[in-house]
């Protein structure tokens, strides 16, 4: 179904530690998910995807890593600094012909120096 | 290469009025989709565009329609707006150069914030 429920959760991380934020997709029958970081005043940002067909994936100090079984996606990032503090959403192309991205609810990502 | 352009940024509207926005998707990218970003139900998809044909919709009424032109610049438009369309409207444009448009990564502009009084 659609993700609804705007509870926002919130992780605070140190700086120089790594992140790992989790999300919980709906449709088994998804195959492309992505990941984007949201800074205030600003449309999302792409971070990194990943296909179906694939259980990790890895960019520039961030990886994702699809657990199909539990319908579970994570972003991890490494050395995590104050520039990476914004909200991080997962987003599920639930439509196999097109585009119609489901969004999680977000996580807010802080930094502490 | 450009990214994805919205216009206005900001639009301050009353009740019963209605709003056009407009975005131009990044170039040789042919599908755009609109989203709707509030706090109480986050980012949700109002429909694609492809080829100046609605290809996907979401769950919102008919106030809220769209089009899309042949140089791939998407317009929607929402008609007797009401307070809780007072949200940030995102367009995401993408290239639809694989075979599978599903696996298609989306680019998002930077949003029209809607303010209805």
């Known amino acids: 179904g659609e993700s609804v429920g705007l509870h926002l959760p919130t992780l605070s991380v140190q700086e120089g530690d790594n992140s790992i934020i989790n999300c919980a997709y709906s449709n088994s029958a998804s195959d492309y998910f992505i990941w984007y970081k949201q800074e205030s005043g600003k449309g999302p940002q792409f971070i990194i995807d990943i296909r179906s067909n694939m259980d990790k994936r890895q960019g520039q100090r961030v990886t994702v890593l699809l657990n199909k079984t539990v319908k579970h996606l994570s972003l991890q990032i490494a050395a995590t600094q104050p520039g990476d503090s914004a909200v991080y959403f997962c987003?599920?192309?639930?439509?196999?012909?097109?585009?119609?991205?489901?969004f999680g609810p977000g996580t807010r990502l802080s930094v502490l120096p | 290469k450009a990214g994805v352009t919205q216009t206005p940024r900001y639009l301050i509207k009353t009740r019963g009025q209605q709003v056009t926005l407009s975005c131009s998707p990044i170039?040789?990218?042919?599908?755009v989709s609109w989203y709707q970003q509030t706090p109480g139900q986050g980012l949700q998809f109002l429909f694609e565009?492809?080829?100046?044909?609605?290809?996907n919709k979401g769950n919102f009424p008919g106030r809220f329609s769209g089009r899309q032109f042949s140089n791939s610049r998407s317009e929607m438009n929402v008609s007797t707006l009401e307070l809780g369309d007072s949200a940030l409207y995102l367009c995401?444009?993408?290239?639809?150069?694989?075979?599978?448009?599903?696996?298609?990564?989306?680019?998002f502009g930077p949003g029209t914030r809607l303010l209805v009084l």
């Open positions: 987003a599920e192309n639930i439509n196999n012909y097109g585009q119609n991205f489901v």
């Open positions: 170039s040789g990218h042919r599908s």
């Open positions: 565009y492809f080829s100046e044909t609605q290809r």
């Open positions: 995401a444009s993408s290239s639809l150069r694989l075979l599978r448009s599903s696996q298609e990564t989306q680019y």
